[in-house]
């Protein structure tokens, strides 16, 4: 009878074996074709980005912002209200030709040839500038949508090496209770089982509500529902090969773009503040209205007054002009140090973003040694069940060792790819 039974569970674990065997495969296994790993996982996680950036209000915020900054241009192409005036003589001056009865005036300022022109310029460079923002916006929220993506698989993916990890402790139970009944094992090792499945459990039940919490995030990127299902890739492998990356694309990122247009838009500043720096001419006219004088008759009588005027405005005591020359001096200094420091500060995150990629590999690489190594341990634990000297207690130890390198893999794959989305945040 012991025989029978110990055949049948020896048949349980060697069929359990093969199923978890077939999933640590998949995992430690790379594609033979790089362009197919990376072509199932962008068709998916690209129809992700492009939702996203269709619907996220961030960037919409950031579009409007900029069509506002592009009307400021028909706002600055104007030119100073004309001015019109109507006086009454209460006490009307007496001429040759009549008394003046009322007067009414018209005054027309225009600015220095060139000052609209320079204000549209001015204004057109912010809305450059404000464009830069849209494109920062917009690689930013690609890069957070992958890596929220990529944390769903390596929660998926942990999910189900905990289901292998809890099922194959169902089947060592087994064993361990058989074990138990023909005097092999002690009950301790049974609740040593147990104990073991139930942190597996709770690892995947809070596993489970992180997941849920992730696909929230993600949904809000894409601003959707909240509980609308998020599917992720089954399997993610890491290239056999390392992409170069282009470090000197680092210089056309918009972040520093902005302040190259930045700058130009102070050049465009200080060109109107020389221009409304100028005199500003006026022309106008007044009509004063003259009643006739009685009892006397010539030619002129009562003829109304008609004079047309030209005016000059000269900022002769302002010194608001050369203030501002000064400050646009100083604003394109402080935009060239920030610049600098910005540059150093992406180059900086570009190396690390390089170096942990290379170190995911290693470490992936790594953990596809231990869990060979693990897996022969395990195979001469089952071995030495048939000879009935087998150890549970060791059974745990390896297991716990396999489950560890599996997630540790797992971690590996989610940060190769989470430094890649930086990678190309800051170089595509």
Known sequence: MNNVKKSHFQSQVSSFKHRASSYQHQIVLVLCSIFFVFKGNAQQLETLIDEALKNNPEIQSFEIKHQVASEKVNEVNTIPNTEFGVGYFVSEPETRTGAQRFKISAKQMLPWFGT????????TSLADAKYEDIVIAKRKLVASVSQSYYSLYANK????VLTNNIKLLETYETMALTSVEVGRASAVDVLRLQMRHNDLEQLKAVLQQQFLAEQTHLNNLLNRGNDIAVTVVDDLTIPTEEFDVNAESLNLHPELLKYDKLFKS????????????????????DYINVEKRPNVNFSENGKDILMPMVSVSIPIFNKKYKSITKQNRLQQQELVVQKEERLNTLETLLDKAVNERVSARISYATQVKNLKQAKDAEDILIKSYETGTIDFKDVLDIQELQLKFQMNQIESIKTYYWQSAIINYLTN
């Open 157 to 160: 993916a942990k999910q189900n």
């Open 116 to 123: 609209i022109t320079s204000r549209e310029q001015y204004v």
């Open 266 to 285: 102070i050049e465009q500043s200080e060109l109107l503040n020389q221009k409304e720096g100028s005199p500003m001419i006026g022309f106008g006219l």
